[in-house]
């Protein structure tokens, strides 16, 4: 059965770095497309970053230059390393996998979650 389970959210300062980590079991983890996705209080689910089967990046214009999304496929574990971090990136944050190598930003294009880890930025 396929399983993602993040870890690494926490509570931060404005301008602080946090490391999230998404450990997968269950399916050819090398296949497929991962992404991360959160969630604010109130407001709907948005794509953060997505990293393809070919170590291809993408991520949303909100945390370019202060995000970096990379896998080790040896390890079935993706990280999104976060630095720079502001108040309005707090969040649930959610990792996804996509049974397509390419890319994609878009939470229909994913069919498994993870239970989400909590990342709160603030003083």
């Known amino acids: 059965q396929l399983q993602l389970v993040e870890s690494g959210g926490g509570l931060v300062q404005p301008g602080g770095s946090l490391r999230l980590s998404c450990a997968a079991s269950?399916?050819?983890?090398?296949?497929?497309?991962i992404g991360w996705f959160r969630q604010a209080p109130g407001k709907e689910r948005e794509g953060v970053s997505c990293i393809s089967s070919g170590n291809s990046p993408a991520y949303a214009d909100s945390v370019k230059g202060r995000f970096t999304i990379s896998r080790d496929n040896a390890k079935n574990t993706m990280y999104l390393q976060m630095n720079s971090l502001k108040p309005e990136d707090t969040g649930i944050y959610y990792c996804?996998?996509?049974?397509?190598?390419?890319?994609?930003?878009?939470?229909?294009?994913?069919?498994?979650w993870g239970q989400g880890t909590q990342v709160t930025v603030s003083s």
């Open positions: 996804a996998a996509r049974a397509r190598p390419f890319c994609s930003m878009t939470l229909g294009d994913f069919r498994s």
């Open positions: 269950g399916f050819t983890f090398y296949t497929y497309a």
